[in-house]
């Protein structure tokens, strides 16, 4: 499918609905023939010629549109990719990642929601193809592959199983009059002959596209020699019809960008969070402004890291929720206006600096933050639980896989490069469960004691009264900057000394 794509991309044709009905897959001599059907919403981009762009137009299928086709903004070939992302999430869980019965619903998913982890649907999905799957289904279309083919070979490394190249005997009908591209195929053929990943082979090649045509496909049937028919719908006979689909969907998604403008003007900016069920197979919805972590049993700590981080052990977890992002400035000034508390220390007349609202609160002893924690009906988490929530049930290094990836955290900038703390939410490689930023910004506080591991030895004995921190600040380095390593400082309720560390909330879901 991917190398189909790529060729359409490659002749500057965006295909715009990318999903299972559209691809079919045949068994014959030569092996299994895949062929992507049904071009018929496809777009063909030229840039130089802006009367062929329709930014503001929608169309597409709901479950498998990509976020900026939701909104109805210019697309790219990145839009297919996505909704590949999205088929074979599907392939995997066996279900999409957004799914509701109204449409608006599915849009504003995608749009502002984090997919549930594959893991959480089908634990055998292994880390490295979810995280191949995960970055097609980036919001941010930067963030995704940015290739179809760069996604086949991502995919491919991941599975581990031959490639797929193209066949020989490809064919694309565009005949004048068809109501669309037709199809391509695509071989799967024996490892002896198959072309290492990094060889996507393009040899189907598509013709100059001849004139438009008055009708689109409308519906499709299949017959009994594995042929796919298009009905023509003539819109010069229905345009009543067509005008009134037409309307719907803009009314819908006109609601569905009323509703995101809303929440963007919210003071707090919460995400929404994918719901969840425990472990009797009934529905939880997260507090505003958290996620929830399942529990369960992973593998805590790493034999290869620092002294203080070994050796690695198993630890079960109870389900709970923690915070998607870390305290806010403002949110922490509500705690302080409510119970008279002293400020920070950096603070200025009890107030944070300006342009600091949404920066992470930090400069807060432990005892502070706890103290908030109590106060907004919350607890800090366990080092068990942030780190469970930081890497995932496979234990990743980072929130977003076990390499370094540049822009998805605030850290590891050195010299003139050295940036600054970013508000909170600001970097979106999400952890596996929803959570932004455990990775850098500022250290947070855990509700744990410093002490070694089972089996393990500090480098430096405690003195009995830390706490430990994780995840690196802004100016971590990236040894120090994982959801591995670990640190502990005093608790006490003096406000120097903590001037890159802050915290976010965890609570019971059960």
Known sequence: ?????????????????????????????????????????????????????????????????????????????????????????EMLCGRVPFNSPISTAVVVQHVNQPPPPLQSLNPAVSPAIAMAVLRALEKSRDARPQ????????????????????????????????????EMTVERRAPSVSKPPAELAPTVHLSTLSGATNSVPLARATS?????????????????????????????????????????????????????????????DPPAGMVHVPGGTFTMGSNNDDQDSRPSHSVTVKPFFIDSSEVSCEQYKSFLDATGRSAPAAWTNGSYPDGAARLPVTGVSWNDADAYARWAGKRLPTEEEWELAARGPNSLRYPWGN?????????????????????????????????????????EWTASDWVQYPGGKLQYPTKGDEKVIRGGSWESSQKYASGIYRSGIESINDKSGYETTGFRCAKDSQ
């Open 147 to 182: 290739t179809a083919g760069t996604f086949a070979r991502e995919v491919f490394a991941a599975v581990g199983s031959s490639p797929i190249v193209i066949g020989p005997s490809s064919h694309v009908d565009t005949s004048p009059g068809s109501a669309s591209i037709d």
């Open 1 to 89: 499918v991917c190398a189909a794509l790529d060729e359409a991309h490659r002749q500057h044709i965006v295909h715009r609905d990318i999903k299972p009905d559209n691809i079919i897959l045949n068994s014959t001599a030569a092996g299994l023939r895949v062929k992507v059907l049904d071009f018929g919403i496809a777009k063909l981009r030229d840039d130089t010629a802006s009367h062929l762009t329709q930014t503001g137009s929608v169309m597409g299928t709901p479950h498998y549109m990509s976020p900026e086709q939701c909104l109805g903004e210019e697309l790219d070939s990145r839009a297919d990719i996505y909704s590949m992302g999205v088929v074979v999430y």
């Open 224 to 284: 009994g020699n594995g042929t796919v028919s298009v009905n023509d719908f003539s819109y010069g006979k229905n345009k009543v019809i067509f005008g009134g689909v037409a309307l719907i969907l803009l009314l819908s998604v006109a609601g569905a960008i009323s509703w995101l403008a809303l929440r963007a003007n919210n003071k707090h900016d919460d995400r929404a969070n994918a719901s969840n069920t425990n472990s009797a197979g009934n529905r939880i």
């Open 403 to 443: 390499s370094w990836r540049a822009g998805c955290a605030n850290a590891d900038e050195e010299g003139a490069a050295r940036k600054r703390m970013a508000e909170v939410g600001s970097h979106k490689c999400t952890s596996p469960f929803g959570t932004d930023d455990m990775i850098g910004n500022a250290w």
